[in-house]
């Protein structure tokens, strides 16, 4: 038997092969088993609000979020509340993001989804270049995390990024630009 975790994830994967009989049914038994465990109630949200079913997606978010609030459930329950007409309820949960994220981490995206349900095009524009502009920096840290650990592997090696710089060990940067290793 699986984990509960690799269970709920695998409801996650039926939903978005678009498998949603499949994905309720696996997700549903799980909920049942483990009432408090949130990933199956967020995951089971997802599949309603995707099948219109918007009112229970709600109350899934709902629970997944008292389970436990994190940025993202929170925006799953502000975009559902949305989509079901409850606009005040999802402004309110905006607002709680807009003031957790100065003690916690939010990403842009997670406000984004907001606007999205609320149809507020030009604050969903704002916050998606926001979210753009964010995976666009954590890119680049990787590929630069990336750079790092192979010039540790190969020290005989110079390691040049676009836009960062040369990173150097033991070659000078015209030959590497060049295509001489040396």
């Known amino acids: 038997p699986l984990s509960p975790f690799l269970r709920a994830y695998s409801g996650l994967s039926l939903h978005l092969a678009r498998q949603y009989d499949q994905a309720e049914a696996e997700l549903k038994p799980l909920i049942a088993a483990q009432p408090e465990f949130f990933l199956p109630h967020a995951f089971l949200g ?20 008292r389970l436990d609030e994190t940025p993202e ?12 007409g409850e606009r ?21 995206y997670n406000i984004a989804l ?15 270049l926001g979210a753009l502009l964010e995976a666009r920096r954590v890119v680049r840290a990787r590929r630069l995390e990336i750079l790092v650990e192979l010039a540790l592997v190969r020290p005989s090696a110079v390691l040049h ?3 960062l710089g040369v990173i ?5 940067a015209d030959r590497f630009e060049r295509g001489q290793r040396g």
């Open 88 to 108: 005040a309820e999802a402004h309110t949960i905006l607002e709680n993001l807009q003031k957790m994220s100065v003690s916690r981490y939010v990403s842009p």
């Open 114 to 128: 907001i606007f999205a349900g609320l149809e507020d095009r030009e604050q969903l524009e704002q916050a998606s």
């Open 168 to 172: 150097g060990i033991g070659i000078d």
């Open 73 to 84: 459930a929170l925006a799953q329950l502000g975009h559902a509340c949305a989509l079901a």
């Open 161 to 163: 990024e676009q836009g």
């Open 46 to 65: 997802l599949v309603y609000e995707q099948t219109g079913r918007l009112r229970e997606a709600v109350e899934e978010f709902r629970i997944a979020t």
